[in-house]
Every structure is written in structure tokens, then in C-alpha cells.
């Protein structure tokens, strides 16, 4: 088993608000979790812990359970880690502010049986069979979204965890089981990979290369490699930048199993 797994801040005056782990539990098998912290506009969110915080408090229990509880799906999972991260906050908070610390999930777990997935908002996981072909696993409901309905505060609050919007991880366990969740047989996957936005646009936004293209990527010269590839486009003035910025934070975790 190999696992390769790198992260990079878009810009050295904010801290890195992505959040990647890979396991390899004594039970056999892997786990990989990749957060994208969601980066809150300019205002009160209710909270004094900040998006970093809530993206390691509820990564690290993400990982624990995963590798612990192979009784738990990760649906199940994923509301329990919420949940804890919620009690985490220890009042001090209010979670019910709309742009409450949340973050994008993309989970895998593996075994000699079968590979689990789950996919919550904008990242995206990477899922590769023995003969090279790559197929994407994605939660489009942001993508469905017309971008004039994002262009204010107001109009993306309103869309943000409800019905006819798009969904992140935040404070209510619920959201869990609006998460893509799938699983396929352990003989059918040589790789996966979970990438979050900012490293994935070297495909979604960029069009260096197709998913396949970025696994081939990944696989010779790391997520190191990726992001670099990533950052010397986004560097080219010639090259508009990508959703309003030149540089996001940007992650990506491979593994072969």
C-alpha cells in the first residue's frame, strides 16, 4: 500500500483552512478524510474558534471513528463527529448562525472486501479500477446553483444547508445523510484519491487534464507534485484567476491500495 498526501495554503497571510489525514488502522485496510474548510465572509459567524479549529476537532474525530468503528457506516460516522464537534464548541457558540465553522468531507474506507465512500459538497474523490479508468465521485448540488444567486452574502446564506441549495458539514448531525455515499468491491479499485477544490480546479477550472490525467499525475509525481503544477498555472498572468482568487488552499491525498 502506498499513500501520498500533501496540502498547501493559498496565501501565507491566512492560515490553511483545508484539513487532510490517511490512516492505516491495526484492523488492516485504510482511511482517507480530506475537510475543505469553508471560508466565512467578512462579519460575525457566532463562533470565536474559527474555521481551523472546526475543521481539526471534527477531522480528527472523522479519522478515529473510521479507523476504529468498522461497525459505523460513514454516514453514521460523519453525524457523530458532527455531533461531538458541536459539544466541542461547550457552549460558547452559537451554532445555529447560518455561517456557523463548516467544511466539505470526502471520506474513503477500505478493506479486503469492499472500498466505502462518502462525497459532501464541493471536493471530490477519485475512485481508479485495475485497467486505468477513473470515475468521479461528486456532490454537484453547488455546481447546480446559478452563480447570480451566490453573488451576495444574503442570497448564499440563504442557500447555505437548505433545501434547493447546497450542503457542508457544520453543526447538525443531519446534513450527514445528505452526503453521496457509495461502496464498491475492494477487487475493483487500485486507487483513490480525494482532492479538495482548490486542488482539483487543475481539472474542474484549468482543464490541464481530465480526471484520469490528474490520478496519472498523482501517481508519479505525488500531491506535491500536483499542487505545484497547480500553483505555477495560477501564477501565469496570462491566465484570469479562478472563482475571484488567484490561489486557494489547496490538498489532495492519493493512495494505492
Not at 156 to 165: Q, S, T
Not at 207 to 219: H, P
Not at 221 to 226: H, Y
Request: hydrophobic share 40%; net charge negative; with cysteine.
Amino acid at each position: 500500500m502506498r499513500i501520498d498526501l500533501a496540502s498547501a495554503a493559498g496565501s501565507p497571510e491566512r492560515p490553511n483552512e483545508d484539513w487532510v489525514a490517511a490512516a492505516i488502522p491495526a484492523l488492516g485496510g485504510g482511511v482517507v478524510v480530506v475537510l475543505d474548510g469553508v471560508t466565512p465572509p467578512r462579519g460575525d459567524d457566532g463562533c470565536v474558534h474559527g474555521v481551523p479549529w472546526f475543521a481539526a476537532r471534527l477531522g480528527g474525530r472523522l479519522v478515529e471513528l473510521s479507523g476504529s468503528r468498522r461497525d459505523m457506516s460513514l454516514e453514521r460516522i460523519l453525524a457523530e463527529a458532527i455531533r461531538a464537534t458541536a459539544d466541542a464548541h461547550g457552549g460558547r457558540c452559537d451554532l445555529s448562525h447560518v455561517r456557523t465553522p463548516q467544511a466539505t468531507v470526502v471520506m474513503a474506507r477500505w478493506d479486503e472486501t469492499q472500498v466505502e465512500y462518502l462525497v459532501l459538497s464541493d471536493s471530490v474523490l477519485l475512485l481508479q479500477t485495475p485497467g486505468g479508468e477513473v470515475t468521479a465521485v461528486r456532490d454537484d448540488r453547488l455546481d447546480r446553483v446559478p452563480p447570480e444567486a451566490l453573488r451576495s452574502v444574503a442570497a448564499a446564506d440563504a442557500l447555505r444547508n437548505a433545501e434547493g441549495g447546497f450542503f457542508t458539514a457544520a453543526a447538525d448531525p443531519a446534513v450527514a445523510a445528505r452526503a453521496v455515499t457509495g461502496r464498491t468491491p475492494r477487487e475493483e479499485v487500485r486507487a483513490v484519491a480525494a482532492l479538495t477544490d482548490g486542488a482539483g480546479r487543475w481539472t474542474d477550472t484549468f482543464r490541464e487534464g481530465d480526471w484520469k490525467d490528474c490520478m496519472t499525475v498523482l501517481r508519479k509525481e505525488g500531491a506535491e507534485g500536483l499542487i505545484g503544477r497547480l500553483r505555477a498555472i495560477e501564477s501565469d498572468p496570462a491566465r484570469p484567476s479562478a472563482r475571484h482568487k488567484r490561489h486557494d488552499d489547496a490538498s489532495a491525498v492519493y493512495a494505492e491500495l
